[in-house]
T-cell receptor, first 115, second 113 residues
Framework: NAGVMQNPRHLVRRRGQEARLRCSPMKGHSHVYWYRQLPEEGLKFMVY????????ESGMPKERFSAEFPKEGPSILRIQQVVRGDSAAYFCASSPSGQGAEGYTFGSGTRLTVV | GESVGLHLPTLSVQEGDNSIINCAYSNSASDYFIWYKQESGKGPQFIID?????DKRQGQRVTVLLNKTVKHLSLQIAATQPGDSAVYFCAENYGAGSYQLTFGKGTKLSVIP
C-alpha cells in the first residue's frame, strides 16, 4: 500500500516556464484534492477532482492554473508561465469518498521554487 | 480571512513533559476536526480527529478536546518525545458531505532533550 505518491519532490522553474506536478492517489481512492502551502502557512484548498471530472475548482487561481485527473494515469496540476509568487509546497490528498474528510491521506508534496 | 487559527505559533517543551497545542475556529457549522503533524519536508500526517458530537477523544499519547461553546480545540501530547517535534495543524470540515479542509497556520513544537 504505497500511499499517495507525488512527484517530483522538488521542482525548480524559471519565471515564465511551465510546472507540472503529478499525483497518484492511494489504491482504491478515486477522489483527489490539491492544496497549496505557502511558507509558514497552513494548507489552502485548490481543487477537487474525480476521474475525468473537476468537481470543485473554487480555490484555483483563475489564470495559469489547471488540473486534470484522466481516466488513466495520475492527476496533474499544471501551472503555466510561473511567477515567483507560485513558489510553494503543493500537496495532493486522496480519499475513498467525496463525502466528508474522513480517510483523507496526504502525499509528501512537491516543493516548487520559481527563480 | 482564516476561520481556523492558533493561539501560539511556537511551543518549546522539555522531553517528558506534556504539551498542549490550542486552536480556535470560527465556523459553528463545522462538525469534524482533525489534528495533523507535519515534519520538515513532509506532508501532513493524521494524528487524531473528533466529531462535534464529542468533547474528548483519546489516542495513543494524544488527546483532543473540543469546546463548542467557545469554539476551541486543543491537542494534548503526553510525555512529549523528541520525535514529536514538528508543526501541528488543526483543520476543520464543514458539515456532512463537505470534502474541504480549512487549516490553521500551525504551531511549531520543539522538544528540548
Amino acid at each position: 500500500n504505497a500511499g499517495v505518491m507525488q512527484n517530483p519532490r522538488h521542482l525548480v522553474r524559471r519565471r515564465g516556464q511551465e510546472a507540472r506536478l503529478r499525483c497518484s492517489p492511494m489504491k482504491g481512492h478515486s477522489h483527489v484534492y490539491w492544496y497549496r502551502q505557502l511558507p509558514e502557512e497552513g494548507l489552502k484548498f485548490m481543487v477537487y477532482l474525480q476521474k475525468e471530472n473537476i468537481i470543485d475548482e473554487s480555490g484555483m487561481p483563475k489564470e495559469r492554473f489547471s488540473a486534470e485527473f484522466p481516466k488513466e494515469g495520475p492527476s496533474i496540476l499544471r501551472i503555466q508561465q510561473v511567477v515567483r509568487g507560485d513558489s510553494a509546497a503543493y500537496f495532493c490528498a486522496s480519499s475513498p469518498s467525496g463525502q466528508g474528510a474522513e480517510g483523507y491521506t496526504f502525499g509528501s508534496g512537491t516543493r516548487l521554487t520559481v527563480v | 480571512g482564516e476561520s481556523v487559527g492558533l493561539h501560539l505559533p511556537t511551543l518549546s517543551v522539555q522531553e517528558g513533559d506534556n504539551s498542549i497545542i490550542n486552536c480556535a475556529y470560527s465556523n459553528s457549522a463545522s462538525d469534524y476536526f482533525i489534528w495533523y503533524k507535519q515534519e520538515s519536508g513532509k506532508g501532513p500526517q493524521f494524528i487524531i480527529d473528533i466529531r462535534s458530537n464529542m468533547d474528548k477523544r483519546q489516542g495513543q499519547r494524544v488527546t483532543v478536546l473540543l469546546n463548542k461553546t467557545v469554539k476551541h480545540l486543543s491537542l494534548q501530547i503526553a510525555a512529549t518525545q523528541p520525535g514529536d517535534s514538528a508543526v501541528y495543524f488543526c483543520a476543520e470540515n464543514y458539515g456532512a458531505g463537505s470534502y474541504q479542509l480549512t487549516f490553521g497556520k500551525g504551531t511549531k513544537l520543539s522538544v528540548i532533550p
